[in-house]
């Protein structure tokens, strides 16, 4: 099946660009992509929700603020993860 911008909206709920992200984040193993431990779907999809609604992360700890994310969870994260300082 052939997907314009249109149709993979409807079936995924998110621009098509996204799902680069979304794959870094998750992972993608028939595509080889690794993701971050711990972050699976689900999680994933809400940390890009988070970022639409609120803009681009401003410090690690911020991600607290996403649902399903806990101190254990942002611990295993944290290495994985880069805040640009803002000038």
Do not use: H
Not at 4 to 23: A, C, H, N, Q, T
Not at 55 to 74: A, N, R, S
Request: charged share 35%; net charge negative.
């Amino acid at each position: 099946t052939l997907f314009d911008e249109e149709k993979f909206r409807e079936e995924y709920g998110f621009e098509p660009k996204k799902l680069i992200d979304l794959k870094a984040l998750m992972g993608d193993s028939s595509d080889n992509i690794p993701g971050v431990p711990g972050v699976g779907e689900k999680t994933a999809e809400r940390i890009l929700a988070y970022r639409d609604t609120y803009g681009k992360f401003v410090t690690v700890e911020q991600l607290l603020d996403v649902e399903g994310i806990g101190e254990g969870l942002l611990e295993q994260l944290r290495p994985y993860v880069y805040v640009e300082e803002s000038e």
